[in-house]
């Protein structure tokens, strides 16, 4: 469960909490199970916390930083996580439908069993991720210049070609 400081906290906002970060930088946030849903975080810093199972339905993170977060299950859904950096992250079971994941960068995260139906993919990089396979990618609204291996690209291209129209 969550730890209910750091969800006061991080719903105070992105400035709010980074500063928060910077003075106790060795604390771990723990926001398992928070419910974040419509907040607004762009350009937080969310290194290294617990995330898992959080409720972030509908909320702007454009640009927030997840790297080597645990975000097991987490729901991201409609989320606008433009530029968000997630390098790392353990992503396995995370929620991602809709989500504008445009510029991301997923460098080293796991994806195992990850849902990006209908989410935007645009200029994102998935090159080097643990465990994604190549229907996860099947139903996604855009995936334009998508950085990922050739092997699952030619998979997408088998079995959504309308997505390179």
Do not use: Y
């Amino acid at each position: 469960m969550a730890d209910s400081e750091h969800v006061s906290r991080v719903k105070e906002g992105a400035a709010a909490w980074n500063r928060w970060r910077e003075e106790e930088p060795d604390v771990i946030p723990d926001l398992g199970w928070a419910n974040l849903n419509g907040v607004n975080l762009d350009g937080a810093v969310f290194t290294k916390s617990v995330l898992k199972l959080a409720f972030c339905r509908g909320c702007s993170m454009v640009g927030a930083d997840f790297s080597e977060a645990n975000m097991r299950g987490v729901n991201l859904e409609g989320s606008d996580l433009r530029g968000a950096v997630f390098r790392g992250a353990n992503l396995e079971g995370a929620h991602m439908l809709g989500a504008d994941l445009t510029g991301a960068d997923f460098a080293g995260a796991n994806l195992k069993l990850a849902n990006f139906d209908g989410a935007i993919l645009r200029d994102a990089d998935l090159a080097g991720v643990r465990k994604l396979r190549a229907s996860q990618l099947f139903h996604l609204k855009d995936l334009e210049n998508l950085k990922v291996s050739d092997e699952i690209l030619e998979k997408v291209k088998t079995k959504s070609p309308h997505l390179f129209e």
